[in-house]
């Protein structure tokens, strides 16, 4: 079923995000016949580090692969993004200045000094070039954490206790799911699709919870949609409950739907913000 939503989207801007997940999918499934995942005891790794799993295991990146995919996705951006063909063309002129090997390091560290200096030099947005670097990386992020996805969902006793970072690939999340059965949530992470469990009244940003501190806005019609707010820091975290919706939802594309919920939290003085 075709979802409607409660504002206009810009044209184009769902499709688009779809093609790329179906992309990234059928990368994922060309990387299971050459990459095998590590096999890690990902809660044991977790409470012995305190650190995301893929900064604590070694997980080997084939460069020749990432550069394949890299190229891939510039070719499927140049198809459906025309208007920034122009940087997409000088992206691929400079292939050879890019280091494929330290790219997805360097984003996985988070190193923007890396990517601002690359930037410049190169004459590429600095948006762009962190964005094709990203998205090329998902495919192997994903083929990684797959086979921990049950074992880090039905983590009883909360090995991970960071709650808006990704336990297993260190990405920062602001999306989260009310489980249909019992109303359970958990965070939802875009980058390597892991889940974790959380707290129900409780700020993913700043520990806040006190249930008089913490509300919800929903937008008329569209009550499956939340944002959860926290006077206390003025963060807040969109949500999908999935109690007020039958059908399976893709938490990837809800995320993207959901943008006019980050436009109204924004609007009343919320920021998608992360205590350090």
């Not at 550069?67 to 063309?89: T, V």
Request: proline share 4%; hydrophobic share 35%; net charge negative.
């Amino acid at each position: 079923m075709k979802r409607h939503f409660p504002v206009s989207l810009p044209e184009g801007y769902v499709d688009f995000y779809n093609n790329l997940e179906t992309w990234q999918n059928e990368q994922q499934i060309k990387l299971k016949t050459t990459c095998s995942p590590t096999e890690i005891d990902v809660l044991k790794v977790l409470v012995s580090s305190n650190k995301p799993v893929i900064q604590s295991v070694n997980f080997d990146i084939d460069t020749h692969q990432y550069e394949i995919i890299y190229q891939g996705l510039l070719m499927l951006l140049n198809d459906s993004r025309h208007q920034i063909a122009g940087e997409l063309d000088k992206i691929l002129e400079k292939l050879d200045q890019l280091d494929f090997k330290l790219l997805p390091i360097k984003f996985l560290e988070e190193d923007q000094q890396y990517f601002s200096d690359l930037s410049a030099r190169l004459d590429i947005p600095i948006e762009l070039l962190s964005f094709t670097v990203d998205h090329a990386l998902r495919p192997f992020l994903r083929l990684w954490a797959e086979p921990h996805y049950s074992t880090l969902a039905e983590d009883e006793s909360r090995s991970w206790s960071f709650a808006p970072v990704c336990p297993f690939c260190g990405a920062q999340s602001n999306f989260s799911r009310l489980r249909a059965t019992d109303g359970h949530r958990f965070m939802f992470c875009e980058h390597c699709f892991t889940e974790w469990a959380t707290q129900n009244i409780y700020c993913v940003h700043c520990g806040n919870d006190n249930p008089n501190t913490i509300q919800y806005l929903a937008v008329e019609n569209d009550d499956a949609y939340q944002i959860y707010t926290c006077e206390e820091c003025k963060g807040y975290l969109k949500t999908f409950d999935e109690r007020k919706q039958s059908e399976q939802t893709d938490l990837f594309i809800a995320n993207i739907e959901t943008i006019y919920l980050d436009m109204l939290a924004q609007e009343k003085g919320y920021g998608n913000h992360h205590n350090d």
